[in-house]
């Protein structure tokens, strides 16, 4: 058996990407190659990606013929995937969708452009939904204490108030981008897997409900509405089918960027944990800080992600990954200091609540001795709580 010796922070990686032993769902073969890696030899060649397509396009038709106000919801950040996604949805296929969007409070102001550029050269119809700041503020910290992830109410909401809409509108067909498999094992390429109540409530909220989260942060119930998921007798009489894109199609973060930037003037920005990788991520202000906090408990940041797709997309080797794993994670971002503001706590008490949540083998490290990060050219332009 042929193992895998090379140690990045002690942590084994695939022999074929850069994936560690701490990734999400990750186990490797006998010659070192995770799981991930072997999903994605499915996708290039095995999955009959016409046929997919065919079945996309019959649900399509179907949802068209039905003459209502709009053919499908379209859950919409402003990144590249959900871009794209929309673009898709609108040019390629001809649908009118209802465009749904959960501001989380962070978008930078090069997202707001894309967001606006992108709505006004497509011509359609947004929904846009800003939550209570002082609710999101009790979440974040609340999310970051009890599992070391502070974007508890983002992804309740991003994937939560869209199904909501599809309710209360009575849009049954909700269309996202990327599907399961791409980035972990929850699903395999084989599936055609819904957006529905199990992955939201496995993957998304992180086991706790807003029920839950209510109960934590000591406020009513109502106070957490738009992080509830419809009740599956609602989704039932309006006949909810929710689809990701990515499972009918083959997706390719590279390329459908390419497309959004020629047909929308959609621009890149600067991210603190991928120097010289400037379209993944882009929306948050805050996505340094999480990709920090992923370093401190599993010993790996985005870049592993990142050159883990660029490597398997066939755009780099594994060399030239490696070699960006090694000189650009382990960063403190900028950004943090304006992150502990909101939330009203020290650094040193957000490294304590964080290091709570190492996942072995990776084993905690002093991240008073990791280098910094430069400042995002728009940091100055973010908001600030009044002292």
Request: glycine letters at 6%; one cysteine or more.
């Amino acid at each position: 058996m042929r193992l895998n010796r090379e140690k990045v922070n002690e942590l084994r990686r695939c022999t074929r990407c850069t994936l560690p032993i701490t990734w999400e769902t990750v186990y490797f073969n006998d010659d070192g190659v995770c799981n991930i890696c072997k999903n994605w030899e499915v996708k290039q060649e095995k999955i009959n990606w016409e046929e997919r397509e065919k079945v996309l396009l019959s649900i399509f038709e179907k949802e068209k013929k039905k003459k209502r106000p709009y053919d499908c919801i379209v859950p919409f950040s402003g990144g590249k995937d959900t871009t794209f996604t929309l673009w898709a949805v609108v040019k390629k296929y001809g649908l009118k969708p209802l465009v749904v969007s959960f501001d989380h409070w962070f978008y930078r102001p090069r997202t707001v452009e894309n967001r606006n550029r992108t709505f006004r050269k497509l011509g359609v119809d947004v929904i846009t939904f800003t939550p209570n700041w002082q609710i999101v503020k009790k979440l974040m910290l609340e999310a970051l204490i009890r599992k070391g992830d502070f974007c508890w109410h983002c992804h309740a909401g991003v994937f939560a108030y869209p199904m909501k809409i599809a309710v209360k509108f009575e849009i049954p067909l909700l269309i996202w981008g990327e599907g399961g498999g791409e980035y972990e094992a929850y699903f395999k390429f084989e599936d055609l897997e819904e957006t529905d109540e199990w992955k939201f409530n496995r993957r998304i909220i992180l086991g706790m409900r807003a029920e839950d989260m209510a109960g934590f942060i000591g406020v009513e119930l109502r106070d957490l509405e738009p992080y509830i998921y419809p009740p599956i007798k609602e989704l039932r009489r309006v006949g909810v089918i929710s689809i990701p894109l990515g499972k009918f199609i083959p997706w390719d973060q590279a390329s459908n960027t390419e497309i959004i930037k020629r047909e929308l003037g959609w621009q890149e920005d600067e991210i603190e944990s991928l120097p010289g990788l400037s379209f993944d991520k882009i929306e948050c202000m805050f996505e340094g800080v999480r990709d920090y906090i992923k370093y401190l408990k599993r010993g790996f940041s985005r870049m592993t992600h990142r050159t883990s797709i660029e490597i398997r997309s066939g755009r780099m080797s594994r060399q030239k990954a490696m070699e960006l794993v090694k000189k650009y994670e382990g960063r403190k971002p900028k950004s943090l200091e304006i992150f502990l503001e909101y939330l009203g706590i020290s650094e040193e008490e957000f490294n304590e609540i964080v290091l709570k949540h190492v996942i072995p083998p990776f084993k905690p490290i002093n991240p008073k001795k990791l280098p910094s990060s430069p400042k995002l050219w728009d940091q100055d332009m973010w908001f600030r709580e009044e002292k």
